[in-house]
């Protein structure tokens, strides 16, 4: 048997695009797991402070999901505010606690 092997010369990447695709695709991991596979791997990661490590090491991940949970949020035609711990469009105004990082997220709290 034969296989090809491919050399990527010259191949290089930064840190940050490297992040930013990480980023995507553990975004896509979650939601796909979720949907397909029924595993919800966010419930695995949010026992202890795995979850938030994440969203904090992972800018790029937080903003990725951040933005599918806010769609997600927005098709249920729930009410949702901006996340004052990691920023996003995440907090559900109902259950006032934040999708993303689980962050209670107070109304009349001032900044
Ligand atoms: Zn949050």
Redesign the pocket.
């Known amino acids: 048997m034969a296989f090809h092997t491919t050399k990527l010369h010259g191949f290089r990447m930064d840190e940050k695009t490297a992040k930013a695709i990480l980023g995507k695709m553990l975004s896509f991991i979650f939601v796909f797991a979720k949907a397909e596979l029924k595993q919800d791997f966010e419930k695995d990661f949010k026992v202890d402070d795995t979850w938030l490590m994440l969203l904090e090491e992972c800018y790029e991940f937080a903003e990725e999901h951040g933005a599918r949970i806010s769609t997600q949020l927005s098709e249920l035609d729930l009410p949702t505010g901006t996340?004052p711990?990691?920023g996003?469009e995440?907090?559900d105004l109902i259950s006032e606690m934040?999708a993303?990082?689980g962050?209670l997220y107070k109304t009349d709290e001032d900044d």
């Open positions: 996340c711990a990691c996003q995440t907090v934040c993303l990082c962050h």
